[in-house]
T-cell receptor
Framework: DSGVTQTPKHLITATGQRVTLRCSPRSGDLSVYWYQQSLDQGLQFLIQYYNGEERAKGNILERFSAQQFPDLHSELNLSSLELGDSALYFC?????????????FGPGTRLLVL | SQQGEEDPQALSIQEGENATMNCSYKTSINNLQWYRQNSGRGLVHLILIRSNEREKHSGRLRVTLDTSKKSSSLLITASRAADTASYFCATDRQAGTALIFGKGTTLSVSS
């Protein structure tokens, strides 16, 4: 158990809908990262927050947004969902934000868009 | 785009044999990390090797890094059925902290 929790575990929704994925980092960790894993694209970095502020941005679509709250939990909002958004979404956390940080991954949220 | 590319894509071995996976990357890095993912589950950090290190050990794991060739290898000795998983290398760009993952090597260890 990494100490990172993600809810929900599974999500089934329809195209055009909006969903919110939630992540609670390990106790004491200030950085939260979001990744998308799909069969064709592999594991893609989406976005990173550090202590409430956006720190780095990857291949995140404009339809997707995220935020980190004062209690350090984070939410990833996916809107106008398309079939291709079906994937595993992982959250990871680390203590700081340097390149030497080990990232601890949550169990993921499996999103299926029908 | 992928920074790291693992090779082979899939590897099947018998228990007790050694498994070697390779990773190549394109740009200069600060560190290279290896992660394991059991089917459909979260990734588990295995080992981090810094750009100024050449070799690192952790239990049955041995990682090498050759920055001149931009490549790394992960050796698992005396494999067990429980080692069956996908293994990913992850690199960072020197200018940033986000990890960039390869597509992984799927290892299957049969008893």
């Amino acid at each position: 158990d990494s100490g990172v929790t993600q809810t929900p575990k599974h999500l089934i929704t329809a195209t055009g809908q909006r969903v919110t994925l939630r992540c609670s980092p390990r106790s004491g960790d200030l950085s939260v990262y979001w990744y998308q894993q799909s069969l064709d694209q592999g594991l893609q970095f989406l976005i990173q927050y550090y202590n409430g502020e956006e720190r780095a941005k990857g291949n995140i679509l404009e339809r997707f947004s995220a935020q980190q709250f004062p209690d350090l939990h984070s939410e990833l909002n996916l809107s106008s969902l398309e079939l291709g958004d079906s994937a595993l979404y992982f959250c990871a956390s680390s203590l700081g934000t340097g390149p030497q940080e080990t990232q601890y991954f949550g169990p993921g949220t499996r999103l299926l868009v029908l | 785009s992928q920074q790291g590319e693992e090779d082979p894509q899939a590897l099947s071995i018998q228990e007790g044999e050694n498994a070697t996976m390779n990773c190549s990357y394109k740009t200069s890095i600060n560190n290279l990390q290896w992660y394991r993912q059991n089917s459909g589950r979260g990734l588990v950090h295995l080992i981090l090797i810094r750009s100024n290190e050449r070799e690192k050990h952790s239990g049955r794991l041995r990682v090498t890094l050759d920055t001149s060739k931009k490549s790394s290898s992960l050796l698992i000795t005396a494999s067990r059925a429980a080692d069956t998983a996908s293994y990913f290398c992850a690199t960072d760009r020197q200018a940033g902290t986000a990890l960039i993952f390869g597509k992984g090597t799927t290892l299957s260890v049969s008893s």
